[in-house]
């Protein structure tokens, strides 16, 4: 099948975020399934980043997108167009991630892609872009509006359109508002829980299918929309890719966090640890070592780790994670919020490394607790830690069956069949209506 996917970055091996990772992983995959094309969006410090995915055989297509690295008046332009977004944003009552993406020059590179690749299938990557898959299909059905009078549309060329959300904000806000401090915090909370509800709730009028990638994204989904529309499918992880850890015997011991700071609920749960379970481990364990890898770590958790001493590491953003898992007992992400499929822990089970999460952290990995340590508070967190540092037998039999876990339930070719299989129940829908009509 011809395949067109609609991304919000260039993926690529060294993107410092998980669900860009997967995107990655993603399109490599496909294309050794279908013919892949992938439009997205292009930072100028991202040229020759595309490379992989080219010689993977996916025809990559960039629209120039500021960013945040950028100098001169190109960095002025971008806080008047950051301005503009919030501006707007609010006018409209939409997410500002919503108003961020919506470029004219993205709709113009989705309608000549869909003219001159003709894509059976049009896959828009992450729910702030479901404002491309509702303009996909609404191409189709007033297509005199917004088509070359010359260029004869045939009812029967319209793509499926997938739409795979990676995350339900409205999820990841809730959760925020159950433990939130404070009216003025519990306010703005509610007030973004009442947006982003009201854009997520119209996703199953926009696709033809909609990607949930936990259980718990599509029970929400469909309490606020009602929609049947809805596929639970995970996002994946390589274990081609990501070698064992070694386990290094090292001293003092260490155990790593992995997260991208841009991320809110990576930052909650790096200062969770910190701050709460640490001073609980340093009573039993006084010489363990905490590696916290990640771009963009806030001013609260550099002071936390400063009052921490020398036994917290902040790393910044790490390229390559090897020599971080090879000298580490155990992966830790004590998260408290947020939603969708954690990719860091996907990778670090994928890695052979033991992890040791909270519920929200194994949600649609391992909620069974069979191939990770689960724990619900601070206390057990601690225990689960010091438990497991002082048992090497049980490290490695976690380690062994967490490996195993992903590969047999988190591969990219499985994934890759469901979604084959969902394009083609979608278009098989399209095809009956279209005959019934």
């Known amino acids: 099948m011809r395949w067109l996917v609609i991304s919000p970055y260039l993926p690529h091996s060294q993107i410092g975020h998980g669900g860009g990772r997967c995107v990655f992983d993603l399109c490599r995959k496909l294309a050794q399934a279908h013919e892949v094309e992938l439009l997205c969006f292009q930072r100028s410090q991202e040229d020759g980043l595309d490379q992989d995915l080219r010689e993977a055989g996916v025809a990559v297509h960039g629209i120039a997108f500021a960013s945040e690295q950028d100098r001169g008046m190109a960095s002025v332009s971008l806080r008047m167009d950051r301005l503009r977004c919030l501006i707007e944003a609010r006018r409209r009552g939409e997410p500002l991630m919503v108003t961020k993406y919506r470029r004219k020059l993205m709709f113009q590179a989705v309608r000549e892609r869909i003219l001159d690749f003709e ?7 992450y729910g702030f872009l479901a404002g491309y898959a509702r303009w996909v299909r609404n191409l189709f059905d007033t297509p005199s509006a917004l ?24 999820l990841a806000r809730l959760r925020a508002l159950t433990t939130a401090k404070g009216p003025a915090r519990r306010r703005r909370l509610q007030h973004e829980v009442d947006i982003a ?6 996703f199953g ?81 006084p010489d363990l070592q905490l590696d916290i890898v990640g771009a963009g770590a806030p001013p ?70 069979r191939a990770m340590g689960i724990a619900s508070s601070k206390e057990e967190f601690a225990e689960l830690v010091l438990d497991l540092l002082e048992n090497e037998d049980r490290r490695e039999e976690l380690a062994r069956a967490a490996r195993a876990h992903i590969q047999a339930h988190f591969g990219w070719e499985a994934i890759v069949d469901q979604l084959t299989g969902c394009a083609r129940d979608a278009a098989s829908t399209l095809t009956e209506g279209r005959t019934q009509c």
Request: net charge negative; with cysteine.
């Open 197 to 202: 509800s009201r854009h997520e709730r119209q």
């Open 205 to 285: 009028q926009w696709a033809d299918t909609v990607i949930c990638v936990t259980e718990q994204d599509r029970v929400l989904l469909h309490a606020l929309s009602g929609s049947r529309n809805l596929r639970t499918i995970p996002l994946g992880s390589d274990v081609a890719l990501l070698p064992p850890a070694a386990g290094l015997d090292t001293r003092p011991p260490r155990i790593l966090f992995v997260g991208s700071f841009d991320h809110p609920p990576n930052v909650d749960g790096a200062l969770h640890l910190v701050e709460r379970i640490m001073p609980r481990i340093w009573g039993r364990a």
């Open 300 to 369: 609260e958790l550099l002071s936390a780790a400063r009052e921490a001493g020398d036994r917290v590491h902040l790393l910044g953003f790490v390229p390559q994670l090897d020599a971080c898992f090879d000298r580490a007992a155990l992966f830790v992400a004590p998260l408290l919020s947020g939603g969708g499929i954690k990719i860091k822990i996907l990778e670090a089970m994928a890695r052979r490394m033991p992890v040791v999460t909270t519920p929200i952290g194994a949600e649609g990995i391992d909620e069974d607790g």
């Open 147 to 170: 088509w070359d009078k010359n260029l004869r549309i045939r009812d029967d060329s319209r793509p499926v359109v997938l739409l795979n959300t990676h995350e339900l904000t409205t």
């Open 119 to 125: 894509p059976e299938v049009v896959q828009v990557e």
